[in-house]
């Protein structure tokens, strides 16, 4: 990649600093825009360390555009990756107002403040939850967003219509929409990793905490789904693969217009497999008992990544154990995450 400037909102959280990394070390100049609701400026250390390179800081609010101004006016900014948002979809249940003003709200005054400044490349984290209820496995790029069931879900796919809509209008504006699965690892250095702020939603940080001792055991959300095992399935890929994903977008978005792709690895693994996985490869037991179902969970969803490997070149290529080691060091050296 070449030396160039790159915006990216949240770089202070669990993506954006594993992104920070990586585009740092490919020479591209870095300024991480945080209001750390979700992260810890240690993090900034950390990437430091990791790359001997201190990324520029700017704490502040997507939602500021006075502030977004102000950045867009002191660095000769590129390209803009954004990931700052609230993502708790149990949360965005009680709380939907911030979370459409935080993830929709704030994305148009990003975009404004974007097209103020002359910059119109920009890489967006969606999920792979805007295919909605019930679409058929595997999920591919060329189905329809579908119906979502909670307002996280619907503010990516309220994003992802304004991005297209903003695409439309000009063709100037460049955009990439990347369908996340389900990103669990860390560096491994074991210097960042995911570190949740209160009970993990998520099962791979959950697992961990059990495993080094900060949770007693881990509750199975069902186990009477129509899956082998009878767990839910589901697409984990490695952060650092998903980093290399958002520098390979940004690489090739040079011709206008949205692009979408899906992030995974192209294949499912259902939580009991997860399980065993970690204590096979950490050697650490993980106690667990089975849960009512959580509402909402879909049995089994995974990516077709074929498109992202195609026009992207991009390929998940780091293993399970390899996502499970990665983790295991990240939590077991910093059993309190950034807070140690
Ligand atoms: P994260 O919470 O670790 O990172 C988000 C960062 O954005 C945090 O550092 C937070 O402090 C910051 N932030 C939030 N609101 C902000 C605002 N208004 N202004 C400035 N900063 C703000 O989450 P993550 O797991 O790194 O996810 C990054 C993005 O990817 C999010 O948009 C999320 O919805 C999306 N995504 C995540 C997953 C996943 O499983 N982690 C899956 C699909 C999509
Ligand atoms: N699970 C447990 N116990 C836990 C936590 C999770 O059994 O303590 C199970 C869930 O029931 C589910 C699986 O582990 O079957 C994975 O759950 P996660 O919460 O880790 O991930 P989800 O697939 O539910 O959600 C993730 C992101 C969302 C995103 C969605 C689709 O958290 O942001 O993927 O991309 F919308």
């Not at 390209?79 to 003003?101: C, D, M, N, R, W």
């Not at 055991?217 to 994903?245: K, Q």
């Not at 692009?259 to 650490?284: A, C, K, P, R, W």
């Not at 879909?298 to 990516?303: D, E, G, R």
Request: aromatic share 8%; glycine share 10%.
């Amino acid at each position: 990649m070449s030396k160039n400037t790159v915006l990216i909102t949240g770089g202070a959280g669990y993506i954006g600093s594993h992104t920070a990394v990586q585009l740092i070390t490919q020479g591209s100049k870095v300024i991480v825009l945080d209001n750390l609701c979700n992260s810890n400026a240690e993090v900034l250390n950390r990437i430091h360390s990791i790359t001997g390179i201190r990324p520029e800081f700017v704490k502040g609010d997507i939602l500021d555009r006075g502030c977004l101004d102000k950045m867009f006016a002191k660095y000769s900014i590129d390209s803009v990756i954004h990931f700052a948002g609230l993502k708790a979809v149990g949360e965005s249940t009680q709380i939907p107002l911030a979370y459409y003003q935080n993830n929709v709200t704030g994305t148009l005054v990003l975009c404004e403040a974007m097209a103020a400044a002359g910059v119109k490349t920009l890489v967006f984290s969606s999920s792979a939850t805007v295919y909605g209820e019930d679409a058929p496995v595997p999920y591919i790029e060329t189905m329809p967003r579908g119906k979502t069931s909670n307002p996280y879900g619907t503010s990516k796919a309220m994003v992802e219509q304004l991005l297209t809509d903003l695409c439309k209008s000009d063709p100037e504006w460049s955009v990439a929409l990347l369908r996340y699965f389900n990103p669990i690892g860390a560096h491994p250095s074991g210097l960042i990793g995911e570190d949740p702020k209160g009970i993990p939603n998520n099962l791979m940080p959950f697992i961990s905490q059990v495993a080094v001792g900060k949770r007693k055991e881990l509750s199975i959300f069902g186990n009477d789904y129509p899956t082998d095992d009878g767990t839910c399935e589901r697409d984990y890929l490695h952060v650092m693969d998903l980093a290399d994903g958002h520098l390979a977008a940004l690489g090739c978005l040079s011709d206008g217009g949205v692009h979408i792709y899906n992030l995974g690895t192209g294949s499912g693994t259902s939580v009991l497999e997860m399980v065993n996985s970690f204590q096979d490869v950490t050697g650490v037991e993980v106690p667990y008992s089975f849960a009512p179902r959580r509402e909402g969970d879909l049995p089994a969803f995974w990516a077709d990544a074929s498109k992202a490997e195609k026009e992207l070149g991009w390929k998940a290529s780091r293993t399970l154990d390899e996502m499970m080691a990665d983790t295991w060091n990240w939590q077991s050296k910093n059993p309190n995450g950034y807070d140690d």
